[in-house]
């Protein structure tokens, strides 16, 4: 009969993950996965373009051209696997500038309407 480790295997034998096992949790083997986002992705840092876009919603008060930088960033880094966190970025960019766009749109554009008919 053969000999078993502390951890109730043959020492020296590795574990083997098998599609149709479940792993011990209590093992120090690590997952097949390290990361969801890929190796080059999480090289790279937020591209420029997108810390411009909040930059211009946030200090500057530039909401056209911050929308525009944000929906570019945000192309920019769906086109070459970019770090989810700089997508998320150029996502809060563009919502922070249509927060205001929207609010021009529906309040102030039809009040400066209804002030000229009457002036």
Known sequence: ??????????????????????????DDTGG???????????????????????????????????????????RQIKASDGRLGGLALANIAIALNLVPLIYILVVIVPSLWKALQTW
């Open 1 to 26: 009969m053969e000999e078993l480790g502390a951890s109730g295997r043959r020492p020296g034998v590795e574990p083997l993950l098998e599609p149709n096992s479940v792993p011990d949790p209590l």
């Open 32 to 74: 097949p996965f390290e990361s969801l986002e890929p190796a080059a992705a999480r090289e790279r840092p937020v591209p420029w373009i997108v810390w411009v876009s909040l930059g211009a919603t946030l200090f500057g008060g530039g909401i056209i051209i911050g929308l525009v930088l944000g929906i570019v960033a945000r």
